[in-house]
């Protein structure tokens, strides 16, 4: 940057989606040829005269100077909505990654800034629904450091004792991000199988008999006039990918988000489970 001040350039973030994942049903040994694979696919497809670093896990900064941003567009369109593949033995692994980005010059002169920009835009790919690349924008707000924001993310929403969604505000509840718990939950391997079963959408994993009454109750209770705060309280079931159905209790918000638009977060939970550790069962 000192030796081309105000030459074009990208700092790209990026990681794996779900990497957990594929550590914990493949094994470690697995996960770093994951990694391996991950920067493989880096050099060919952004090129040698990138620079590549490694924060950590599968946490990476790229940096890569261009002259037409509609190269680089495809580049990041191919890397993240193609998936990187390897051999695990005889089993062939695929996986997806995120990433996000910030522009030299123009979103910041400081490499320290524009890591972190790139990487909050990055978390806001995942929010998106993975598999996926954001630019850094002035819709988003850099309030902390990049760990505490990570933190927040993942380490809270995997480990709360309760599946968590963000979903458009459609017809058909287009599932933007779904922690582990509710990949559980609906007896799901893991988020690629989620995605899989569920098409991408809430409503179709709720019961048919269900769907009807569930969003009638729903609607109501939004349109009190004691409820400004656009929180909902339903009870419904659900049809698990083995098959199963299961009781949930759900507590949502309504949100208007400036980027995504309405967007309702909603946190639920096995009704059994509940009963059987309130000791009510």
């Not at 550590?23 to 697995?30: E, L, R, W």
């Not at 100077?65 to 051999?87: G, V």
């Amino acid at each position: 940057m000192k030796a081309h001040a105000g030459q074009k350039a990208l700092v790209l973030a990026l990681d794996i989606d779900n990497f957990k994942l594929v550590n914990d049903v493949y094994g470690h040994s697995v996960g770093d040829e994951a990694l391996k694979t991950l920067v493989r696919d880096m050099r060919e497809t952004f090129g040698e005269e990138s620079i590549i670093t490694r924060n950590g896990g599968d946490e990476f900064i790229l940096f890569r100077p261009y002259e037409d941003f509609s190269s680089i567009t495809r580049a990041m369109d191919d890397f993240t909505q193609t998936p990187h593949t390897f051999m695990a033995g005889k089993r062939e692994v695929k996986f997806y990654a995120s990433l996000g980005c910030a522009a030299y010059p123009e979103q910041g002169d400081s490499y320290g800034n524009l890591c972190i920009r790139a990487d909050y835009a990055l978390y806001g790919a995942k929010l998106n629904g993975k598999a996926g690349w954001r630019q850094f924008d002035s819709s988003i707000t850099v309030t902390d450091k990049r760990s505490q924001f990570s933190f927040n993310l993942t380490d809270v929403a995997d480990h709360l004792p309760g599946g968590i969604l963000v979903m458009k505000a459609t017809k058909k509840g287009d599932i933007l991000f779904a922690n582990k718990v509710m990949v559980d939950l609906l007896e799901c391997d893991d988020y690629e199988d989620f995605t899989k079963y569920t098409g991408g959408t809430f409503f179709s994993v709720v019961h048919p008999d269900d769907r009807d009454p569930m969003k009638k109750e729903f609607h109501r209770q939004l349109a009190r006039t004691d409820n400004p705060g656009q929180i909902d309280f339903l009870s419904f079931r659900m049809v698990t990918k083995k098959g199963h159905i299961i009781e949930v209790d759900d507590a949502a918000r309504k949100f208007r988000n400036p980027f995504y638009g309405d967007l309702y977060y909603v946190y639920l939970y096995n009704r059994k489970d509940r009963l059987k550790i309130a000791g009510k069962e």
